[in-house]
């Protein structure tokens, strides 16, 4: 018997930090936004005082609710690196806008499934439940993030991941709005 080919409709970006994942996706939501696509979920950014990098916030999507993801001046929360992790932000404003994408987008943005974000059993229930949904995944995984949760993402059958380099990056955006509009649009 034949096996049927199943559909990579998840599509995740990797890549060291500061090659331009977040910024891919920013430019492939805003495209999509333009054509009516109903997009929800979060992003995470840095936040920076004077150049420097002091922390990462988080936004959802649907709503533009921001909180903090992790910041160096935070007294408590899971340490990673030089930041401290806000368990509570990262399930009241991460965790939430997945699972009300899940609901009311036609894509699920999910930035980033990484080291901070895994210490939340909140995140990590969100993700799955956007995954094993009937809705389009696209995020971005920690390039080194090697753990059971990420391992299992990186190896599903419905997952295309995408590295992102310099010499790709530009030509991203184009790329995946077309691959995401050949899945939403069938």
Known sequence: MKQTKIDKRHIFLTG??????TTVILKVVDELK?????VGGMISQEIRERGIRVGFKIMDLGTNREGILAHVKRENGPRVGKYRVCLEDLSGV??????RACREADLIVIDEVGPMELYSKEFKEAV?????????????????????????????????????TYGN???????????????IKK
Do not use: C, Q, W
């Not at 060291?16 to 994942?21: L, S």
């Not at 991460?94 to 699972?99: S, V």
């Open 94 to 99: 991460g965790a939430k806008a997945i699972l």
């Open 128 to 164: 799955l439940e956007a995954l094993n949904s009937d809705k389009m995944v696209l995020g971005t995984i920690h390039y080194r993030a090697r753990t059971s949760f990420t391992n299992a993402i990186r190896r599903r059958e419905d997952v295309e991941l995408i590295e992102v």
């Open 16 to 21: 060291p930090p500061r090659i331009g994942k």
């Open 169 to 183: 990056r530009d030509k991203l955006p184009r790329i995946i709005i077309g691959k995401i509009l050949g899945i």
């Open 34 to 38: 333009l054509k009516d696509i109903r």
